[in-house]
Each structure stands twice: as structure tokens, then as C-alpha cells.
């Protein structure tokens, strides 16, 4: 099975110890974030894990003990925008981050980490124009460092609307999108990065753009050298071409901050949560109870 690590809350970023606990346990529990009490048993043993799919801002608590994990199959997708703090409150400055880019390719190989630039957020202080030079700023920085970029363009789910209203967020039309592919596709082959997009239906291909799928069934078997079963995540967007994962986050986690974020639903539940966190709890962030039902989660 695939593991994601985790589009809920930034793992790596800031419960890294805990993670690595549960890879020397070989287990973790993960509560339904649609049913509380019903909670999964899922093994991390070497047998039962295809390969981990990291979701970072900040790897940087981790790299130091990735050895840890190297006979596991692995790789980030790591996320690098043009924001500043207005947007991405506790994000470290751009210049650490692309540090810790660097340090992490060097380590594992520039095909295992992924730049996400996403998502793409127009305002008026935060124009098409702006994107094209920081996307390329970005590029040359990473160049040599990633050989793929992922793209989105932001979406106004109704728990982030009213903090994108506020910063002034325009809709994106399929016309500005097109416009912006096709900038962002010359900008990117002149760094030799392949581009994708993530869970977009408007198709950027003629700019060389083709719809991508972050957790990737064919890179997984590159990295791991082995067949995996390939099965679409049905629990995702229907443009979303993801295979099939098991996320081992927790929702109201992350303190990143961002004001895009779909995994935050409230400020005070994300401090209440993070003040439970115990680096050695076999649950992110929450500690089992008599009404929970735990069942083994079987792929």
C-alpha cells in the first residue's frame, strides 16, 4: 500500500519524531476524520508499505534522520510558493526553504522531490507578472535540484473563502489560466523542469503542461523497482489522478498558517490539538478512548 505523509498536516515539518517512532513500532493508528471513533490499524512494516509520499512546506526536521527509512521507498512533494507571511503566516523564509530543498535532492536524488507551486493566488499586489518572475526566480534557483514542477490554480473552498476574500483573491478564469500555462510552460522548459498540473480540468497540454498525478504509480515503481497495484483514489476530486493511498495525518494539525488551506478549520482547534501531541502516541495529536473501535486496515 501507499502511504501518504500526509495531505492533512505537514508531517515532516513538524511531528517528524513521532513518524519516525511509528516506523520503529511498525504501526500506526489513524482516526476516520468522518467518524471519530472508528479508527485503522495500519501496519508500516517493510512488506506492507509500496512506498511513502511525503506533503511538506519544511522537511527540514527530517533529513537528518532519513536513514531511518532507506530501505522503505520513498519521495516529497514539496511545496515552495511566492508568498510571504500575509499569506503563509509561520512558513520559514524563502531562502532557508530553498536551502533545505537543495540539502534534501542532494540526499535522496533530484527525481524524489517534487516543487509544488501551488497554489497559484492572483491578487492585486499579486499579478500574472508577479507569478512569472518569482516562478522563474524559483526555477533557477531549484534548477539542477528537482526535475518536475506540479501546478494548481486556487480553489474557494467555503472553509478558506472568507480569508482569500480578504486579501483581495480574484477568481481565475480558464482564459487566465491558459495565459498563465503558457507563460509558466516556456518559463519551465527553459530550466528543463517538466510541468503538471494537480487535479485541474482545463487541459494546458498544447504549453507542454500535462495533467499530472502526485501520488504516481509509475515513479513509485521506478523508485521502488518493483510492480505496484494501480488502483485510482476514488476518495479524491474526479480530476484528481491520484492512485490509491492511505493518509496517516489528522485534520486541524498543520501551524503553518496558510490562508489557503483547506486541512484548517478553525484556529483555536489546531492549538488545542497541537497542545496533545506525544511523540510517542501511536495517534497523531489524540489518545484512544473506550468508544473507539480499532479494526486493522487490510488493502
Known amino acids: 500500500m501507499i502511504i501518504s505523509v500526509s495531505r492533512r498536516t505537514d508531517i515532516p515539518a513538524f511531528y517528524s519524531d513521532w513518524f ?28 506492507a508499505v509500496d512506498c511513502f509520499v511525503f506533503w511538506s512546506k519544511n522537511p527540514a526536521n527530517m533529513i537528518n534522520n532519513l536513514n531511518i527509512i532507506d530501505s522503505y521507498p520513498y519521495y516529497f512533494q514539496f511545496t515552495l510558493n ?10 520559514p523564509k524563502k531562502s532557508e526553504i530553498i536551502d533545505t530543498f537543495r540539502r534534501l535532492s542532494d540526499k535522496i536524488g533530484l527525481n524524489r522531490v517534487i516543487w509544488r507551486y501551488d497554489p497559484i493566488i492572483i491578487t492585486k499586489a499579486i499579478s500574472e507578472e508577479y507569478h512569472y518572475k518569482y516562478f522563474e526566480v524559483l526555477a533557477s534557483k531549484l534548477q539542477g535540484y528537482t526535475s518536475k514542477c506540479i501546478i494548481s490554480f486556487v480553489d474557494f473552498y467555503p472553509k478558506v473563502k472568507k480569508g482569500l476574500k480578504n486579501i483581495g483573491a480574484f477568481d481565475i478564469s480558464d482564459e487566465d489560466k491558459i495565459r498563465i500555462g503558457r507563460r509558466l510552460g516556456e518559463i519551465s522548459k527553459a530550466y528543463s523542469l517538466k510541468i503538471e498540473t494537480c487535479a485541474e480540468d482545463i487541459d494546458l497540454s498544447q504549453f507542454g503542461i500535462e495533467h499530472g498525478r502526485c501520488i504516481d504509480p509509475h515513479l513509485i515503481e521506478e523508485i521502488s523497482g518493483r510492480k505496484i497495484k494501480e488502483t485510482k483514489d476514488k476518495n479524491q476530486r474526479k480530476a484528481c489522478g491520484c492512485a490509491y493511498s492511505i493518509d496517516i495525518g489528522a485534520y486541524n494539525m498543520c501551524m503553518h498558517g496558510c490562508i489557503y488551506c483547506y486541512a484548517n478549520y478553525s484556529k483555536s482547534i489546531v492549538n488545542a490539538n497541537t497542545k496533545s501531541y506525544d511523540v510517542n502516541a501511536p495517534l497523531l495529536c489524540s489518545k484512544i478512548d473506550d468508544k473507539d473501535i480499532i479494526k486493522e486496515k487490510c488493502i
Open 20 to 47: 519516525y517512532n511509528r516506523i520503529k513500532e511498525g504501526y500506526v493508528l489513524v482516526r476516520n476524520p468522518f467518524n471519530y471513533h472508528q479508527v485503522s490499524k495500519v501496519s508500516l512494516s517493510l512488506d
Open 82 to 91: 511566492p508568498y510571504d507571511n500575509k499569506i503563509e503566516k509561520n512558513v
